[in-house]
């Protein structure tokens, strides 16, 4: 796609008539730009890049390489459901990373969240550049920027104020020599959605909720630990787990658990048991800068309560944040 600019007379992509269209002309320029030559691309597993992967996949195949690093700070099954779906059903050329360890071991002790995302970010970098560094002959790089990420930088450069720390997580580095392909940056979000949708990637994909780049690792608060990690995954798969089932899921912006590093005194098995406190939080906004509380019907509550307090390992307690952004913000750190 050329140009950084959308045509005033570019048509929203709403329907599936639309997004073939779409796809067909995208097929047609991505073959032309980039021939009989390699392409990379960074798969978080996102929507931008899952969609980016599968419009790749169709218009090049195993010419593209997909890297997934799995930072250890996934939601439980995300990892997974990108080797099923992209290693798997579209049998892509997918490189799977497990750095759990590396970037568990660098964390350690940090309880700083600024220092905790720029380690995050760093190490990234730093195992997708050993990767691409192993690959032989790749000429081009391929991005999920999508429309709203154009307008950000313009209007950061703009206003001299750089782009907000944590959208830098996951940036790629500058000195890599390879040309981009980015076949979505035209694009708004729900018409990104509408495009994954035609080219027949799973709904739960398409529709994920946001989810920062550092992943559980600015939710796991303070210094992360294996344990706390853990329990704050499982806890976080039940919570949308009921949310699925009361279809909340689809009404709510963004809903997750996050654990701070406190125990509090409880009891189970008639015995005293200090255990770490759940919080939800579930909040709807437009564009994330202020936000308001959804109300989530008291016997859904006490299900999740239920659930979280009976079948995950160190959790005694479970906590609603009621509180709207301004004051708090949407992510406890
Ligand atoms: P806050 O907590 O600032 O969050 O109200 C606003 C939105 O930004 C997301 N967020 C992040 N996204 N890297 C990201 O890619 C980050 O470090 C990060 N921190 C917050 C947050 O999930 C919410 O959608």
């Known amino acids: 796609m050329s140009g950084n600019v959308r045509p005033e007379t570019m048509q929203r992509i709403t329907t599936k008539a639309l997004a073939d269209a779409f796809i067909a002309e995208q097929v047609k320029e991505i073959r032309a730009q980039v021939g009989d030559k390699k392409v990379l691309l960074a798969l978080s597993g996102g929507v931008d890049s899952s969609v980016v992967a599968a419009l790749l996949i169709k218009a090049i ?56 995302r720029k380690i995050i970010g760093a190490e990234f ?37 750089p782009v907000k720390s944590h959208h830098n997580v996951g940036g790629l580095p500058d000195d890599m020599a390879m040309e981009l392909v980015e076949p979505v940056k035209l694009l708004y979000k729900d018409e990104v959605r509408v495009v994954g949708e035609a080219l027949g990637l799973p709904h739960a994909m398409v529709y994920r909720q946001p989810f920062p780049g550092p992943g559980l690792g600015v939710r796991c608060l303070g210094a992360i630990t294996r344990d706390r990690l853990n329990a704050l995954r499982e806890a976080d798969a039940i919570l949308r787990e009921e949310f699925d089932k009361c279809g909340l899921a689809g009404k709510v912006w963004q809903y997750f ?32 800068m202020t936000a308001t509380i959804e109300e989530i019907p008291y016997a859904v509550l006490h299900k999740i309560v239920t659930r979280i307090t009976s079948e995950v390992e160190g959790i005694n307690r479970v906590l609603y944040d009621l509180t709207p952004k301004g004051p708090g913000t949407i992510e406890w750190e």
């Not at 250890?72 to 099923?84: A, F, I, N, Q, Y």
């Not at 790749?138 to 154009?150: E, H, M, V």
Request: with cysteine; net charge negative.
């Open 257 to 288: 658990i996050a654990i701070p590093d406190i125990k509090s005194v409880g009891v189970k098995n008639e015995c005293r048991y200090e255990g770490w406190p759940a919080i939800i939080r579930a909040v709807n906004t437009r564009d994330a």
């Open 125 to 161: 970098i730093k195992v997708f550049d050993e990767e691409a560094a192993k690959l032989d002959g790749i000429s081009f790089l391929a991005q999920g920027t999508i429309y709203p990420d154009i307008l950000e930088s313009i209007k950061a450069k703009e206003s001299g104020k």
């Open 61 to 116: 195949g195993k010419q593209l390489t997909c890297v997934h690093v799995n930072h250890g700070l996934m939601r439980k099954g995300e990892s997974e459901d990108v080797v099923k779906v992209f290693g798997q059903e579209l049998d892509a050329n997918l490189i799977y990373i497990d750095a759990t360890d590396r970037f568990l071991d660098l964390l350690a002790g940090v309880s700083d969240p600024e220092r905790k």
